[in-house]
């Protein structure tokens, strides 16, 4: 055990002797927590699927075409016979459009194909009608892992990951057809496109913020700002008419598309679409393209090496069919028992957060009985679904195709039916997550909650823990996602996830007020890997913060032993990671990091200071006017 003291790092002093022998997978970025949980599902779903694949016997159809898929992936040597071909074959269609007028004809084929495009479009709920459905449009992404990377006080990093990114192009693009001519065309221009779209799409930051995202405006108003595309004949094509609004989530992108998309820059869109499309069409090739394929990327995070292509066939397969492997990891290691346990907690928790809402500072009467209405009305769900959606019933494994063929056939199916739901009603049943995925979340649009089995294990969760230990693992994880229906997006959203401001205005300027003590709380922490933008992860702090409270309050209810409590709350944040990946998740992860979460919330409550004494000497003590409470 460290010398150090719990009153000045609760992180390092509950997970030190871990950190110090953990050793991280070298096709993974971390080790610890979330991540153990997951490598340990893989694990038992795999040798299931080895176990399927030598019986030949399957609990669903669903199973039959994942583990068939799966079978075709770990083929190396027909993805080594077929090489870069099938890439090729796909890119094809691009090279066959000369101009505009064969763009324009072609654009419902390249949507459905999946095709890197100037701009992206979906169907999604209405965020203020969350019954129905709307057509969304957003730009295309960059080529780095955020578009912040390309704003001033960069330059370095930028042009590093630039480099790092332009090697493995080039290689790979070494493999086509082109002369070595055109090769170093392609990149070229690649690049240019690149740094338009850079300069007009959203940041992580500005996509943290819901509520933006929610402009309609009238399509023929989008139509003329999206010329040269004919966007009215687009919409006939796609949907059979012409919906009279659209929704754009980045206004300043489609007030700029005529500097990204017109006839000079064509040619740019061209070479641009087609070297995207080749390198995102590479797992599925050869394992040589495999690996070069994957090498940005994995310097990005500090992996050592690409998955063997056993583990990588299941990540595919299990991704591609992910109800049905989560019905199944649901069905066959997560107990009845368990998810009644579990389910009691959650509304246990609902209860007192109600209660405690009775006594908030920040919230009027007439607010409170809508915060305590939205409670509530909060759907629950628990473990894994009862069924999965029908089109997978639709997801046909050929076995005389390819897994390359299989997977954009699945794609292009997928692409179509997420398109087809325009005239339908909002699925609510539908779950945001599969049953052996090791996470859970809200969803402020449908005011829902989600737990799926493969998260309800030690440390956060066991029939075998302690009623302390699990209120400060899963417990807190469940206040978190109630808390996120009160968060600076969530705030937003009413008890049935349309955006509705609810709140009187002095309310809401009480609120803010205390959202920016928040902010201010982690903003400019100095890291080994880098500086916290407060800004970015205030929703998930104040969800944090609001889990930690609401359980530590029912503590008091269970005469709870609170050194359990924050020990394990310090457990479930465990992690070892590459340096290179905890940069990386400054720019793009929306959560504090790992030993934040972990140290920083205990400090805003006063069972953290009487349960170890914590006093101004103390590393981990906050002056009473600092510490922040909200829920």
């Given at each position: 055990m460290s010398d150090i003291r719990i009153q000045d790092d609760l992180f390092e002093y509950v997970n030190h002797d871990w950190i110090e022998s953990a050793v991280i997978p070298d096709d993974k970025p971390t080790a610890g927590g979330f991540a153990d949980l997951a490598v340990d599902v893989e694990k038992k779903l795999m040798a299931d699927f080895a176990s399927m694949e030598a019986t030949q016997e399957f609990p669903s159809e669903h199973?039959?075409?994942?583990?068939?898929?799966?079978?075709?992936?770990?083929d190396v040597k027909k993805r080594n016979r077929d090489g870069i071909r099938p890439a090729l074959k796909e890119a094809s269609i691009l090279l066959k459009i000369k101009d505009m007028n064969a763009f324009n004809r072609r654009l419902p084929e390249l949507i459905y194909g999946g095709y890197p495009l100037p701009f992206a479009i979906g169907v999604d709920a209405d965020m203020k009608d969350t019954k129905h459905h709307c057509v969304m449009l957003s730009g295309p992404s960059v080529i780095l892992p955020d578009a912040s990377y390309y704003k001033p006080g960069m330059e370095q990093q930028k042009e590093s990951m630039l480099g790092l990114w332009s090697?493995?192009?080039?290689?790979?693009?070494?493999?086509?057809?082109?002369?070595?001519?055109d090769q170093a065309l392609y990149l070229e221009d690649t690049l240019k496109f690149d740094a338009i779209i850079a300069s007009l799409v959203k940041t992580s930051e500005e996509w943290a913020d819901y509520p933006a995202i929610y402009n309609p405006m009238k399509t023929r108003t989008v139509a003329g700002l999206l010329k040269p595309i004919k966007f009215r004949k687009l919409l006939e094509r796609l949907f059979g008419r012409v919906p009279e609004i659209i929704v754009v989530a980045e206004p300043r992108f489609l007030k700029g598309f005529k500097e990204l998309f017109n006839e000079e820059n064509f040619p740019l869109y061209l070479h641009w679409a087609y070297v995207t499309c080749i390198l995102g069409s590479t797992s599925l090739l050869s394992e040589e393209l495999r690996n070069l394929g994957g090498t940005f990327r994995r310097a990005l995070s500090g992996i050592a090496a690409m998955p063997v292509p056993e583990k990588f066939a299941y990540q595919i397969a299990s991704n591609l069919f992910s109800q049905p492997v989560g019905l199944y990891y649901g069905q066959k290691y997560f107990g009845e028992e368990a998810k009644k346990d579990v389910t009691e907690m959650v509304y246990g928790i609902i209860a007192k957060y109600k209660q405690r809402l009775l006594h908030n500072d920040i919230l009027s009467e007439s607010t409170r009985e809508k915060a305590i209405l939205k409670l509530s009305k909060i759907e629950v769900k628990m473990g894994y679904p009862d069924k999965v959606e029908e089109i997978y019933d639709k997801m046909i494994v050929d076995p005389d195709k390819s897994a390359?063929?299989?997977?954009?056939?699945?794609?292009?199916?997928?692409?179509?039916?997420?398109?087809?739901?325009l005239d339908e009603p909002v699925d609510r049943t539908k779950w945001a997550m599969p049953g052996h995925l090791v996470n859970a979340?809200?969803?402020?649009?449908?005011?829902?909650?989600?737990?799926?089995?493969a998260i309800l294990q030690a440390p956060f969760y066991s029939l075998k823990q302690t009623r302390s230990q699990n209120l400060g693992g899963i417990g807190a994880v469940i206040g978190h996602e109630i808390s996120h229906a009160f968060d600076n997006n969530g705030a937003r959203c009413d008890e049935n996830g349309n955006l509705n401001n609810w709140w009187t205005k002095e309310d809401n300027k009480k609120f803010v007020q205390r959202t920016k003590a928040m902010i201010k709380e982690f903003d400019g922490i100095e890291l080994p890997w880098g500086k916290v933008n407060g800004s970015f992860i205030v929703s998930e702090n104040i969800a944090d913060n609001g889990g930690m409270g609401v359980t530590l309050d029912m503590m008091h209810d269970i005469d709870g032993n609170f050194e359990e409590y924050f020990v394990n709350w310090a457990k479930v944040w465990c992690i070892k990671a590459k340096p290179e990946y905890q940069k990386l998740l400054l720019s793009v992860d929306v959560h504090a990091p790992a030993v934040l979460r972990a140290n920083m919330q205990p400090q805003n409550f006063d069972e953290w200071y009487a349960t170890y004494h914590v006093t101004k000497k103390d590393k981990m003590y906050l002056a009473p006017n600092k510490r922040v409470t909200i829920w």
């Open positions: 199973l039959r075409n994942a583990v068939l898929l799966y079978s075709q992936i770990k090697q493995m192009a080039s290689a790979i693009l070494a493999k086509t057809r082109l002369s070595p001519e390359f063929e299989n997977v954009s056939a699945i794609s292009r199916l997928r692409v179509i039916d997420g398109l087809s739901k979340c809200y969803n402020p649009f449908s005011n829902d909650i989600t737990f799926p089995a």
